[in-house]
C-alpha cells in the first residue's frame, strides 16, 4: 500500500476517515484527473489486487474500474486504514452466515444496480463481491433479490 502512495505521489496526502457520500453519481462523461490512461489502468489494478485484504474499498474501485473515474479519495481513505486488514482468526465458532445488499439503478448510464454479498466462516470473512448486475431492475426489491441470489447461491456452494 505505501508503495501505491508513492507511486502516485500522494504519500502526503491527507488521510480521509469515510471513502464515499450514500449519493455518489458517475458517469462515462466524466474525466480522470490523470492523463495517462495506461498510468490509470495500472493504478486501478493495483487497486483491484488491493481488495484482496480490504473489501471495504470493493464498492468505490467497482466504480473507479466502470467509469474510469478518479480514484484519489479511494487513495486518501486507503492512506487512513493502513493498519486495517482482514484478520483469520481460530474459532470454535463454525457457522456461515451471510450479508446482502444492492444499490438500485445506481449506474446513471445504463440504470443497471450494484449488487455485494459477504459471507463469513464463524468471525472470518471468506468470500465477498461486489458487481454490476447484468440486466436492469424494476424497483429497489427486485435489485435486492438479485443480490441475495447470488450470495445464496456462493453460500449454497460453500
Known sequence: MLNMLK????LGAKPIPTLTVSNLCISKTLESSLPNPTEYRRFVGALQYATLTHPD???A????????STPTDLIRYIKSTLSLGL?????????LSAF???DWADCLDDRKSTGAYLIYHGPNLIPWQTRKQDTVAR???????RALALATTKFTWL
Open 7 to 10: 507511486r502516485t505521489n500522494m
Open 57 to 59: 474499498i470493493a464498492f
Open 61 to 68: 474501485v467497482n466504480k473507479a474500474c466502470q467509469f474510469m
Open 87 to 95: 484478520h483469520i482468526t481460530t474459532s470454535y465458532y463454525s457457522q
Open 100 to 102: 446482502s445488499d444492492a
Open 139 to 145: 424497483s429497489s426489491t427486485e435489485s435486492e433479490y
